[in-house]
């Protein structure tokens, strides 16, 4: 790791955290988890106070609320993590369906950048799902939590529940809040700690998975063996990148490939494709090649803003001149796409918002959250392949997978970014074959694996994978068709890699 992320690290992260010389005692370490309990009741809902004393963060929730997980004996937590003075992360907190004194536990992070984790908890994978058309939810049986304590988190503040109490501007250092909240996460839930444990994102997570957390939790946990540093070790033995978007580069080639020769239908014919392909490498790849190579915060903003320009728009123009394609699931078009959001409105509901403890109104991808990531010419500007490499390289059990009807971060850019990582397996991975997937027979997609790295296109399926299931749609293309796409793949997959263990057929 670079001095310059170690620097940085020490002085946002720990400024409040117990430095010692020596690796700590049990009696320090029993003093780092100690905190203060009280009760008290707000509105006529009862909620839980925490203040974890070495950290200086406070946690603020509801217990079992008896919203989304209505499995009987399956506890949940949803509430606030104060730290940094103003700021409160909204966290929502599902214990596993099954035995969770013995689960692995795994936080699920959607993209944007700027978006709201609710999106992956109510559309994806959570314990509840919004089904043929209804205002309220119903168990989800393949929620993730079928197998693995889930925890979902609105990061940066600013965005979905979580925020500023000051009326500052978001921020994008989320990584040193999510460590500093998982400390005392582990002090007022101990039974939770000591287990494997899992990070699972989407889209933009491409970015922010392999890097900001990743890195984060391997630092700490070095900083903590070595003793400079007094905390709960975060044993990251899984990542999981649904959808991801790596490095702008490859992505924006892999569009205009995509674009082309998908699986589905073209969206430009052989002439605007070689002209895309042409304006890219004349006209955009230096300065691409030039932020993701160390560039500054402006010249990343100039290869972002550039590319936007003269390759985004005018794709953008020739794939869909009526702006009625949905680029996430190319098999849409028009307003009445999937997955529905009607847990917007559910979320606003006074009711549910009283009683989950949240304190502000839901927004799912706020503007300011977002423009605040472009400011620095972050968003898929800078590459993210050396630190997924470093991730694959520590042995990391690793998987990519992507839905095969998404143009954004698609399947053809994810398996270029899977091939071109540097680690021990690259010859290996790059020369292997893809075979079927399968699920109780079933093929859901193709993958391949080598050692510790997995990578699984998913047959029809758009950028939110789990989603999927069987429907009647595409009228638009004069086809009736019945996609059946089970989410048991996607809990398949999540399963397989939290097992520490490559992607197998069942």
């Not at 109510?122 to 168990?139: A, D, K, M, R």
């Not at 503040?157 to 500023?164: I, K, T």
């Not at 849409?332 to 009607?342: R, Y």
Request: charged share 15%; with cysteine; aromatic share 12%.
């Amino acid at each position: 790791m670079q001095l310059h992320l170690v620097t940085f690290a020490v002085g946002l992260l720990f400024q409040a955290v117990v430095s010692v010389a020596a690796p700590p005692s049990a009696q320090e370490l029993a003093a780092f988890l100690r905190g203060k309990r009280s009760f008290e009741e707000r509105d006529g809902v009862k909620r839980t106070i925490f203040e974890h004393r070495a950290t200086s963060s406070k946690m603020d929730f509801v217990e079992n609320s008896g919203v989304c997980e209505t499995t009987p004996g399956v506890n949940q937590y949803s509430g606030y993590f104060s730290v940094g003075g103003t700021k409160n992360m909204w966290f929502w907190f599902f214990e596993s369906r099954n035995d969770p004194k013995n689960a692995p536990l795994a936080v699920w992070i959607n993209g944007g950048p700027g978006c709201s984790s609710m999106i992956g908890l109510f559309e994806e994978n959570g314990p509840c799902q919004f089904y043929n058309g209804s205002s309220t939810p119903s168990l989800n049986p393949y929620s993730w939590n079928e197998y693995a304590n889930m925890l979902y988190i609105d990061q940066p503040v600013g965005v979905g529940f979580s925020y500023d109490s000051a009326a500052s501007a978001p921020t994008v250092v989320s990584a040193p809040f999510v460590w500093t909240f998982m400390q005392a996460f582990y002090a007022q839930f101990p039974q939770y700690e000591n287990r494997d444990f899992g990070l699972f994102t989407e889209s933009y997570g491409g970015h922010f998975g392999p890097g900001k957390f990743s890195q984060l939790f391997h630092f700490s946990n070095s900083a903590i063996k070595a003793g400079s540093v007094t905390g709960q070790n975060i044993d990251l033995v899984a990542l999981g990148i649904n959808n991801g978007c790596y490095e702008r580069l490859i992505l924006e080639k892999s569009q205009i490939d995509y674009l082309y020769s998908n699986s589905y239908y073209p969206l430009i014919n052989a002439s605007t494709h070689a002209s895309l392909l042409h304006v890219l490498e004349t006209n955009a790849t230096a300065p691409l090649e030039k932020c993701a190579n160390g560039g500054t915060d402006a010249e990343c903003v100039f290869a972002n803003v550039n590319c936007i320009l003269n390759v985004d728009n005018p794709m953008g123009e020739a794939a869909d001149p009526n702006s009625t394609l949905d680029w996430y699931d190319i098999r849409q078009h028009g307003n009445n796409t999937v997955p529905p959001s009607t847990y917007i409105n559910y979320l606003s509901d006074p009711a549910i918002m009283k009683a989950i403890g949240a304190q502000i109104n839901y927004t799912e991808c706020p503007n300011p959250a977002h423009d605040l990531f472009s400011s620095t010419g972050d968003p898929e500007a800078r590459s993210q392949l050396p630190e997924l490499s470093a991730v694959v390289q520590s042995g990391v059990q690793t998987v990519m997978f992507a839905g095969d009807a998404d143009v954004v971060c698609n399947w053809f850019g994810g398996l270029v970014v899977a091939d071109s990582l540097d680690w021990h397996g690259k010859k290996e991975f790059g020369s292997k074959k893809v075979e079927n997937y399968t699920v109780d027979g079933a093929v859901g997609g193709t993958f391949k694996n080598v050692d510790n790295l997995s990578w699984l296109r998913v047959f029809n399926a758009g950028h939110e994978v789990p989603y999927f299931r069987k429907w009647p749609w595409i009228e638009e293309m004069r086809v009736v068709l019945t996609v059946h796409v089970e989410p048991a793949l996607a809990l398949q997959v999540f399963k397989q890699t939290m097992q520490k263990k490559a992607l197998r057929h069942t």
